[in-house]
Nanobody
């Protein structure tokens, strides 16, 4: 089956950094818009960052300047570099791939990021 698998989550102190990765199996990400979403306990899932097949990026205001989304089509992966982490960044982070007006829409299983002192 088509799968997205996230990795790189964990526990980090405020001000620290983590790099999340998302790898695809069963399909090629080249033509997909890729996104990272997150969901904190008791809150709705929100968009963190997206990158189109053409490399155009967009970020939530809360992470702009701290997070960077990138893609490596040769490795069939997308990453989220998270710097200057804050406790409010604590959430489960999900990888998403979409194309063709959401005719194709895939989600990873999520990876936990906890920012705590």
């Amino acid at each position: 089956q088509l799968q997205l698998v996230e990795s790189g989550g964990g526990l980090v102190q405020p001000g620290g950094s983590l790099r999340l990765s998302c790898g695809a199996s069963g399909f090629t990400l080249d033509y997909y818009t890729m996104g990272w979403y997150r969901q904190a306990p008791g809150k709705q899932r929100e968009l963190v960052a997206i990158i189109t097949s053409g490399g155009i990026t967009n970020y939530a205001d809360s992470v702009k300047g701290r997070f960077t989304i990138s893609r490596d089509n040769a490795k069939n992966t997308v990453s989220l570099q998270m710097n200057s982490l804050k406790p409010e960044d604590t959430a489960v982070y999900y990888c998403n791939a979409r194309r063709a007006g959401d005719l194709f829409n895939y989600w990873g299983q999520g990876t936990q990021v906890t920012v705590s002192s």
